[in-house]
Structure formats: structure tokens, C-alpha cells
């Protein structure tokens, strides 16, 4: 039994988490964190929700949402902006850098980079495909506990 405070507390912290986790995920190419940081930044955040609500509202709220397909989308995702590199004659190439592409594809500023988030090429498609698939394994795992400890509590 969750009480009020948990609840109201779980309101405000769980955007806040997850807002930091997306943050981490985006500018993994620019600051220390990347996919799986952030992934698992994010479903620590969906943890908490987890935690905070009942048994059948979780199952309600999860029910609907396809965190396997979600984990196979991050991972075909993420192999798929490494083949990209084929293009360029070799696995993994950064050929959207510098190319002109209007997401992540704006030229590199000369030594350091001051925080340009659209410079990074391929690296934050790559963040960001694995994030999808921690998040989404991550939050597998947790909610598969949760509900092994909602039934044994049953029992």
C-alpha cells in the first residue's frame, strides 16, 4: 500500500527523471552518458512510477505498451545507422557528420566542440536506438519482478 506522499512525490520525480534521462540520451556525443546511461537513467524513472502505483494499475498501464517490440526496434535501429557506414566503405562510418543533413548532420566547429548539439553525425541516432532498447529491457526486467512479488504476495 502506497501512501499519499509516495504517490504526490512520485509526480513530480518521475518527469524530472525522465526528462534527465532523454538529456542524457541526446547529448551523449557532447558530455559524459549516452544510450545506455540514459536508458537506464530512463527506466529507473518508470521504476519509480512501477513502485508507486498498485498491482492493477500497472498492469493496466503496461498492458498497452510493447517494450519487446520497443527492445527489438532499438537494436535493428541501432544496427541500422551502422550499416549506413557501408556507404562510406567501412562498419560504423560517422557519415551524416559534416554532410549537411538537416538533423545531426551540421559541420563541426573547428577544436572544440562548444556544445553544438546538431554536430554529431550518426552518434546520437545511435544514443538514442540504445536507449530505446535499455529502457525498454530494463523496465522488462523490473516490471517482471514487480509482478512475481504481486503474486507472491497473493499467495
Known amino acids: 500500500m502506497t501512501t499519499v506522499i509516495i504517490k504526490t512525490t512520485t ?48 498492469m493496466e498501464r503496461f498492458k498497452r505498451v510493447p517494450l519487446s517490440a520497443l527492445e527489438s526496434v532499438g537494436a535493428l535501429g541501432f544496427l541500422g545507422v551502422a550499416t549506413l557506414g557501408f556507404m562510406g566503405y567501412t562498419f560504423f562510418r560517422n557519415v551524416i557528420a559534416n554532410s549537411g543533413f538537416p538533423l545531426f548532420g551540421d559541420p563541426t566547429p573547428p577544436g572544440i566542440n562548444p556544445g553544438y548539439l546538431n554536430t554529431g553525425g550518426t552518434l546520437p541516432y545511435m544514443n538514442i536506438f540504445v536507449g530505446t532498447k535499455v529502457l525498454a529491457g530494463l523496465t522488462s526486467i523490473i516490471l517482471v519482478f514487480y509482478l512475481l512479488l504481486e503474486v507472491r504476495k497473493d499467495e
Open 11 to 58: 509526480k513530480f520525480l518521475a518527469a524530472l527523471i525522465l526528462t534527465f534521462g532523454a538529456y542524457i540520451i541526446l547529448h551523449g556525443h557532447l558530455t559524459p552518458g549516452g544510450g545506455f546511461q540514459g536508458g537506464a537513467v530512463v527506466a529507473s524513472g518508470l521504476a519509480l512510477l512501477i513502485v508507486a502505483c498498485e498491482g492493477d494499475v500497472i
